[in-house]
């Protein structure tokens, strides 16, 4: 496979408050990001739980992206901060592990901030297709 | 085994457009669990609608996934489509396949490749859904609304007129806000007092409107229909129930230099004062800055002269807390600082003011009693030069980007005023582009031009140089004549951008609700629910959710009280059943997910298990009240054993979304 050919597979999990609408607001103005997202609605970033990132990367994901309200803003008052703290452990044990920190970043994004949606997910899939096809973690026992 | 059915909307071609929708709905159809799919132009109408009942009759379907425009638009309506058809409506997913495909992406191939994911995704959701059902808790029937001016007076009265309870929260001594110093309104040329003032008193008249003035929000916590907020009574060292507003205290007081705020610091009062003659409630409050009493403990002259005996200069901060069913947000605007725009030396010269002050300057009860004059020599102004668009439209980062919609207006208003007062005067207007949309705006404009000969230039302004005989040299270009003019005036007014209260953005971290770039409030939809913000039972009022004139502010006060009654009024809200639930079975007791809680909704109990050898044990086990859980899921991820779970968002349904999207 050659890098031309190469499309990411990107999970972007959004917050349902802010970074949700976000997406919906980069929709509406009509701004371009890569198919490759593919983005999953949770209540609050606090609800992504590590298992579901490394369940990513087992079936062949190349790329975690989680977004949330910008600190101080979140719905349920603290839940942006706990997913700082978790995904700040997870993505150093996952560094650690062989899957590039690069291929993983946690951003705040509001309702109203639809250019910065569109602009972060256009970089995240610049890096993440830079930096290839994850096979880290895969696990080859789920592909078909 | 779910019966899934799966229903893909053309949107007409918002989504059809760059989406082969029959492509997708064939995709679909082949997915394990489903048993029927189709397309149709419109899902949300009517006989969209209709189409999905029949499909969930017809083929006894268990779930339903509907490829369509965003949860957040239309999740409501699909769940109420199921539940008339006897499906319970928590089984019905959305695939976004508008906002977040089909707007966003050109090619029809990519478009319909991920519509096809993020439909597979849906339905592997679904598949894991289980019915829910709300439960319902009681409204608080009493209302909360921030901000005393006169987008806060108007909510305030017409929920009081339904039959409310409201309390008005307000930071200054007296409430009225900005209209309160403006003198006249556009474009009938009302005196803003005239009309403001009745107003402020029906709202201190009226049995259900209690008045916070002086006062701020501390605290909030809660949510909608039991908000529980804590408000900060300042303390004015004046006792309230005593002070009768005679105002011997304001006249006794030796402090006179004390800045005037109520008239932008144009000229001084005392350290003891009431703002302005007709403040609601009229009561004197100490300024702690400058009263000498209070800041070396010598004078004290206004409790001696007090007949009530009203001065108390030990009164303390009061906290009072309350429940509420709803809150308003009605904390309106400021002009800005005009500290980036040193070219029009605003700083430099007392002569340049602002569109704000020249309302004082010009105002019977101003620092002049009506007369304009100059600010430096209190001599007439002979040549008055108005610069339009100072800051508004601004995309540099000294101003803001967005027009402050009511300078245009005012400063016809001010040049109309002036030229009619002062028919000597000649008045210079600079402009961008002369704005005027609105009843009568346009007329009122045309007028000060036409029948008042009021110069409008359009141009900028590229320096205000003082000079040293005391007038002002005002630089500018016409750009319709392509020359270079030099105007001698002898005062320049500004109108500055006007931007939120700077007490907003705390405010919306107190209540969780979002803000754009600009620090307006958002709305829960731009068109349709312009004056509910996106968290449920707070809503907005003026100009705090965008700039706005007082014919509409009142407009949106009246809406968000409409919208407050409504939610007063009923008798039980539906809580969201999505909320955490643990298995006692898993759970070992250790307290984590009580800690990551915000709400307090988790407690432990001691539960009796029948353990493997037939004996019982006692355990200490997490129970969530799902009456206060309000569906984070922060504990669901701090529970080791994984015995939290979050309805609606389980760990096996994301886990499902996961794999269907790297499939």
């Known amino acids: 496979m050659s890098m031309n050919e190469f499309k990411p597979k990107i999970v972007a999990f959004c917050c349902n408050w802010c970074s949700y609408a976000g997406a919906d607001l980069a929709g509406t103005n009509r701004l371009n990001y890569p198919a490759d997202v593919k983005i999953i609605r949770v209540p609050c970033s606090c609800r992504v739980n590590p298992m579901f990132i490394l369940r990513a990367f087992q079936r062949g994901a190349d790329g975690v992206i989680l977004c949330g309200c910008h600190p101080g803003d979140c719905h349920y008052t603290t839940g942006n901060y706990y997913a700082r703290r978790r995904m700040t452990m997870l993505f150093s044990m996952l560094d650690y592990l062989g899957i590039e920190k690069e291929r993983t970043r946690v951003e705040w994004v509001s309702a109203a901030e639809g250019a910065k949606f569109a602009a972060v997910m256009n970089d995240f899939v610049k890096t993440v297709t830079e930096l290839g096809e994850n096979k880290r973690l895969e696990d080859l026992r789920c592909k078909k | ?663």
């Not at chain 2, 489903?34 to 899902?43: G, P």
């Not at chain 2, 409204?139 to 609304?145: D, G, I, S």
């Not at chain 2, 004062?273 to 007709?278: L, R, T």
């Not at chain 2, 206004?302 to 906290?319: F, M, P, T």
């Open chain 2, 1 to 663: 085994m779910q019966k899934i059915g799966v229903f893909v909307c053309h949107c007409g071609t918002n989504i059809a457009g760059t989406v082969d929708v029959k492509a997708v709905a064939e995709a679909l159809g082949k997915e394990p669990g489903v048993v029927f799919s189709t397309e149709y132009q419109y899902m949300c109408s009517e006989a969209g609608q209709n189409l999905i009942k029949d499909a969930i009759k017809n083929y006894g379907l268990t779930g339903i996934v509907v490829c369509s425009c965003s949860p957040r638009m239309h999740e409501a309506t699909f769940r109420k489509t199921a539940a008339a058809a006897g499906l319970n409506s928590y089984m019905v997913e959305i695939a976004n396949i508008r906002e977040q495909c089909s707007w966003i992406h050109k090619d029809v191939k990519v478009a319909t490749e991920k519509a096809i994911v993020l439909g597979r995704t849906a339905i592997a959701k679904v598949a894991l859904n289980t019915p829910l059902t709300a439960s319902e808790t009681p409204v608080v029937k009493r209302a909360l609304v921030i901000g005393g001016g006169i987008a806060g007076i108007q909510t305030a009265l017409d929920i009081a007129d339904a039959g409310y309870e409201v309390d008005l929260v307000e930071k200054e001594p007296t409430i009225g806000g900005k209209m309160a110093q403006i003198d006249k309104t556009f474009p009938t040329l009302d005196c803003a007092a005239c009309i403001l003032t009745p107003k402020m008193v029906d709202c201190a008249q009226n049995e259900k409107i209690h008045i916070y003035a002086y006062s701020e929000v501390e605290s909030v916590k809660g949510f909608v229909g039991n908000f529980n907020v804590t408000i900060k009574k300042k303390a004015r060292f004046v006792d309230e129930t005593k002070c009768t507003g005679c105002g011997i205290c304001t006249e006794k007081c030796p402090m006179k230099k004390t800045p005037n705020l109520f008239n932008l610091g144009l000229d001084n009062r005392s350290a003891i004062y009431i703002p302005f003659a007709q403040a609601i409630p009229k009561i004197a409050t100490i300024d702690a800055d400058y009263c000498n009493m209070l800041k070396n403990g010598k004078c004290g002259v206004c409790s001696k002269v007090c007949a009530a005996g009203a001065i108390d200069y030990k009164q303390q901060d009061q906290y009072i807390e309350q429940q509420y069913g709803a809150i308003v947000v009605a904390t309106g605007f400021n002009p800005i600082k005009l500290d980036n725009y040193s070219e029009f030396a605003y700083n430099e010269s007392p002569d340049v003011v602002t569109s704000l002050e020249l309302e004082r300057l010009m105002n019977a009860a101003g620092p002049n009693g009506g007369t304009l004059l100059r600010p430096s020599d209190k001599t007439h102004p002979h040549t008055i030069v108005f610069v339009q668009c100072v800051g508004s439209r601004d995309t540099t980062d000294c101003g803001k980007p967005y027009c402050s919609k009511i300078c245009c207006m005012y400063t016809a208003k001010h040049a109309m005023l002036i030229r009619d007062k002062y028919p000597d005067t000649e008045v210079y207007v600079f402009y961008m582009d002369v704005r005027t949309p609105g009843k009568n705006f346009d007329e009122f404009y045309r007028r000060a031009v036409e029948d008042y000969g009021v110069h409008y230039i359009k141009g900028m302004v590229g320096k205000v140089m003082p000079q040293p005989d005391g007038k002002l040299l005002v630089r500018g270009s016409d750009l319709l004549t392509d020359e270079q003019l030099k105007i001698e005036a002898d005062m320049v007014v500004l109108a500055a951008a006007i931007e939120p209260d700077k007490t907003a953005r705390p405010l919306a971290t107190m209540l969780t609700a979002s803000m754009d770039t600009n620090d307006f409030f958002t709305e829960a939809h731009p068109k349709l629910r312009p004056v509910e913000s996106p968290t449920a039972g707070i809503f907005l009022s003026g100009v705090c959710q965008g700039p706005k004139d007082i014919p509409e502010t009142v407009a949106q006060a009246s809406a968000a009280a409409a919208k407050v009654i409504g939610l007063l009024a009923k008798p039980a809200l539906k809580s969201n059943p999505c909320t955490a639930h643990s298995d006692e079975n898993l759970c070992n007791g250790c307290s984590s997910c009580e800690r990551v809680c915000p709400y307090g909704a988790i407690s432990y109990v001691d539960k009796e298990f029948r353990m493997p050898d037939r004996t019982t044990k006692v355990r200490r086990v997490a129970s969530v009240n799902p009456a206060v859980c309000q569906g984070c899921g922060a504990c669901t991820v701090a529970c080791p054993s994984g015995a939290m779970d979050l309805s609606g968002f389980s760990n096996k349904q994301i886990m499902a979304e996961v794999d269907a999207i790297c499939r």
